[in-house]
Structure formats: C-alpha cells, structure tokens
C-alpha cells in the first residue's frame, strides 16, 4: 500500500484497549469538525463530527470529545479492534458567514495499530 | 462511500504531458473537490466548484484547472505535468458547504517522470 503519511505520530494498543487520539487546532473561529480514518489505498472515510455548540458526541464505539477554550480535539474508540488499524486525522472549517464554501483544513493525522 | 468514483486510479505520465483525472459522484452534491495528498503535508486543497460551471481555486492551484460541465462530473487538468506533481489525487463530494462531512472518492496514485 501507499504510505499516508512520514514522521506521523503513533499511537500502539492492544485488542480490546481503548484508544485516545488527539488533534490541536489554531483557528478560534472553526466551528465544524470531522474525524477521518484512512486505510492504506483507500480514501479517506468520514466517521463522526461535531459543532462547536457541542462538547461531546457519540457513536457506535467512537466519542469525539471538543475543547473551544484550548483548542482541542479527542477521538476516542472503545475497545479497539486490529480492524481499527489505520492513520485518523482531524477536519476543520470555519463557516465564515456562508462564504467558505465549505473548505476544511486537514490534521496530519494519527498512526493507530492495533496488535491482536 | 457516497458513489464517488475516481478514474484512473494510477497512471504514470512523463514531465510535460497534459493529464486529465476524473470524478464522478452518484448522490447529486452540488459541492465537489479536488485534494493532493502528500507524506508531511497531509490533504491540500486544489480546486472546488460549488456548482456546474461554478469553479474556485484552493491553496495549491497553481499548474492545475478543473471543469465541472454536469453535477455528477469533476475534472481535474493538469496542463503540463511536472515532477512535482507526483502525488495522490482525492475527490470529495457533500451535500451542503457546512456542517456536513466529505465523502472521498479512493483516489488516484500519479507519477510523473
């Protein structure tokens, strides 16, 4: 497969740990983002978001947890499978009055192995 | 995911030839992009179009153009292709400008050399 990304940090648990990514992000007027997981030779794939109107969010095993005050973002997924082996990165945009169109700006992303 | 289909998923070019990548999308999204994956980068933005015939340039344009004729239909040109270019081209698609998450396409592994 292809490689995603060099030098990304990494993250190494165990099958059925539970596993905490983290994402930073500098721009105090985002108020939308999404957390991708990317195989190798695959696209990205959209697996939960959140607005800034909410500090929590679920969904089937994955949490995404959302800090305004220092910027910052949580992935977290319960019981981890091998299956969850991939890179995740996070997703921001700013709506910025309806003229963005929509443009996110991209994380570097996560390397997640899962051993069995 | 969301019916997007990129073509060819490789291809090699030599340095100078135009390269033509498509995209075509099933779920009727007015809004499409064109993103550029590269190691230490991660996803840049190229084009997108929020429309038919409705284009706008993102922040690595330069040497590339895009036509959006139909709603299901993104091209992306690169009009004379270099080695910089090498790189992993995505297609993404969502049905309103915010709140709503990108669906991509698998992408398309180009080299130029």
């Known amino acids: 497969g292809e490689s995603v990304g060099l030098h990304l940090p990494t993250l190494s648990v165990q099958e059925g740990d539970n596993s905490i990514i983290n994402c930073a992000y500098s721009?105090?007027?985002?108020?939308?983002f999404i957390w991708y997981k990317q195989e190798s030779g695959k696209g990205p794939q959209f697996i939960i978001d959140?607005?800034?109107?909410?500090d929590k969010r679920q969904g089937q095993r994955v949490t995404v947890l959302l800090n305004k005050t220092v910027k910052h973002l949580s992935l977290q997924i319960a019981a981890t499978q091998p299956g969850d082996s991939a890179v995740y990165f996070c997703a921001e945009s700013a709506d910025a009055g309806g003229t963005s169109y929509g443009k996110l700006t991209f994380g570097q992303g996560t390397i997640l192995t899962v051993h069995p | 995911d969301a019916g997007i289909t990129q073509s060819p998923r490789h291809k090699v070019t030599e340095t100078g030839t135009p390269v033509t990548l498509r995209c075509h999308q099933t779920e009727n999204h007015r809004y499409m992009y064109w993103y550029r994956q590269d190691p230490g980068h991660g996803l840049r933005l190229i084009h997108y179009s929020y429309g038919v015939k409705d284009t706008d340039k993102g922040e690595v344009s330069d040497g590339y153009s895009v036509s959006r004729s139909k709603t299901e239909d993104f091209l992306l040109t690169l009009e004379s292709a270099t080695s910089s270019q090498t790189s992993v081209y995505f297609c993404?698609?969502?049905?309103?400008?915010?709140?709503?998450?990108?669906?991509f396409g698998n992408g398309t592994r180009l080299t130029v050399t």
């Open positions: 959140i607005r800034s109107n909410m």
């Open positions: 993404a698609s969502r049905q309103s400008s915010y709140n709503s998450p990108l669906h």
């Open positions: 721009n105090s007027a985002s108020d939308y």
